[in-house]
């Protein structure tokens, strides 16, 4: 059975990602080299990333295919989207799918998810996408939840709260640690609280 990892980046307030009148730039403009060397090595193993349809379409546009040719990236995001991803989505098609090594799986994302935890050879990771991994949590499928906090407040800008909408959680730590001085990466694994 191969473990799951979902994989976010929140504020301090909790929020994912900022709307249109934001003006924070990527990692809210807080990264640094501890915080790039911890993602290299997040994104350098063999492992099967899990997205999600809005995740996915989000980083065909800012790290996918530009005129046929792939987009230059920096080596992180390079890292990520070199690896073979799947892709769980109920709307896209196949002319979606502008990405390197993609496999487009059509369904429910707990029973894709089950099935890939049972017969992949290589372990799973997931990265934003928060509508399926709130699934994904509720359904026990989520094995550990890697979350770097920022350390920025954007309650004006703020639009997707990471946990919005999630059960109540019991979260046993594994590990934490505290990179560039500023951004603390926390490692949970999850359970239903009172389950």
């Known amino acids: 059975m191969s473990d799951y990892t979902w994989d976010v ?3 301090l307030d909790g929020y994912g990602s900022y709307d249109e009148h ?17 993602r290299r090595a997040a994104y350098d193993p063999g492992q099967r990333m899990v997205l999600g349809a809005r995740t996915f ?10 005129t046929g040719e792939l987009a230059e990236l920096d080596d992180v995001n390079a890292l990520m ?8 989505s109920t709307s896209l098609g196949p002319d979606d799918l502008d990405w390197p090594d993609v496999t487009l799986e059509h369904g429910d994302a707990v029973d894709v998810v089950a099935r890939l935890k049972a017969s992949s050879s290589v372990p799973l990771r997931s990265h934003g996408s928060l509508s ?5 949590v509720a359904a026990g499928l989520v094995d550990r939840v890697q979350v770097s906090v920022f350390p920025v407040v954007s309650g004006r800008t703020g639009d997707r709260p990471v946990f919005d909408g999630f059960g109540d959680l019991d979260l046993e730590l594994l ?5 560039d001085g ?6 949970y694994r999850p359970t239903p609280h009172g389950g």
């Open 81 to 88: 989207r070199d690896q073979p991803t799947t892709v769980v």
């Open 57 to 66: 379409r989000q980083f065909v546009r800012f790290m996918g295919p530009r």
């Open 22 to 38: 934001g003006d924070w730039g990527g990692y809210w403009g807080k990264q640094g080299p501890e915080f790039l060397d911890r």
């Open 182 to 187: 500023r951004i603390q990466e926390l490692v």
């Open 132 to 136: 399926m991994n709130r699934s994904l």
């Open 9 to 11: 980046f929140c504020t």
């Open 175 to 179: 590990d934490s640690r505290l990179l």
